[in-house]
């Protein structure tokens, strides 16, 4: 046999095994041809954890395994590294006035949802039956002819063909954002004036749909203390992980280790 394609890695001493590396290595991507990173980027994070293990173990450190989802628990060497880290790690808090800065800097980030007020007129037709589909088309073809003569009967209209409950209250819909209607509703409703009735049936799995807008509401930047407690949040989780990272790689910096070059594998 030749020589192995990976030299063997020890940490502090302690042998980091192929098997574990090549096990690893299956949760890491690597561009196609290059699996080689792959291992490299997995012979790092196994080399990080044995230095987290031995700092917490060096220390005398207990850390009982916690929940981390329904049916899922740390293992004990997990909860060592969790219990080292938040023994450890301070981060720096966010400051108000650099939360307020990001606020004002990203309003793209920060707009409420549009809002729409419809109505529609819902003829029944599963995708897949081809016959209900014909005569669905024709019905609603017919409406949208009456629809362009006399568009005040549209919920005259609506009480009369559609298989929607709206119905009862003409065809409307109520106030709605996006993501309340499936995706082909909303793409035809964003194309809609207020005023504006589809100028064709809108195709969806509960069959064929005209739509009428009656208002739409475009969404304003939230204002600053409706998101403070958002960006204080995602600005901590920030913080604590590069703390922990900077914390690991000073340690890292600290172990005896062979066999990785860390700066190709980081």
């Known amino acids: 046999m030749g020589a192995p394609l990976f030299p063997p890695v020890f940490v502090n001493g302690v042998e980091i095994p192929h098997a574990a590396i090549a096990a690893e290595a299956q ?4 561009p ?25 173990r060096v220390g005398g450190l207990l850390a009982a395994p916690q929940a ?3 049916g899922l628990r740390e293992t004990e060497d997990e909860a060592l590294i969790r219990g080292l880290i938040e ?4 981060p720096v808090e966010p400051e108000e006035a650099e939360l307020f800065r990001f606020w004002q800097e990203n309003p793209e980030r920060f ?6 007020e419809v109505a529609h007129i819902l003829l029944p037709a599963a995708p897949e039956d081809a016959e209900a589909r014909a005569s669905a088309q024709s019905l609603a073809v017919g409406i949208l002819a009456i629809l362009s003569r006399e568009p005040g009967r549209f919920a005259d209209l609506a009480a009369r063909h559609s298989a929607c409950s709206s119905r009862a209250s003409g065809g409307m819909l109520g106030q709605i954002g996006p993501g309340d209607t499936v995706p082909e509703f909303e793409a035809a409703l964003v194309r809609l004036a207020p005023g504006q009735i589809t100028e064709q049936p ?3 799995r509960f069959g064929l749909h005209l739509i009428r807008l ?8 939230l204002p ?3 998101v403070a407690a958002r960006l204080r949040a995602a600005a901590c989780k920030r913080a604590w992980t590069r703390a922990a990272h900077d914390f690991a790689k000073a340690l890292m910096a600290k172990a005896q280790i062979t066999g990785l070059d860390q700066r190709t594998a980081a």
């Open 27 to 30: 949760l890491h991507s690597a």
């Open 32 to 56: 196609k041809g290059k699996p080689g990173l792959a291992w490299k980027a997995a012979t790092l994070a196994l080399a990080m954890r044995e230095v987290l293990l031995t700092e917490a």
């Open 68 to 70: 981390t989802g329904p």
């Open 87 to 90: 023994t450890a790690v301070t």
């Open 111 to 116: 707009l409420a949802p549009d809002l729409w």
């Open 202 to 204: 809108v195709a969806t």
């Open 214 to 221: 009656d208002a739409h509401a475009r969404g304003e930047v």
């Open 224 to 226: 600053y203390p409706a």
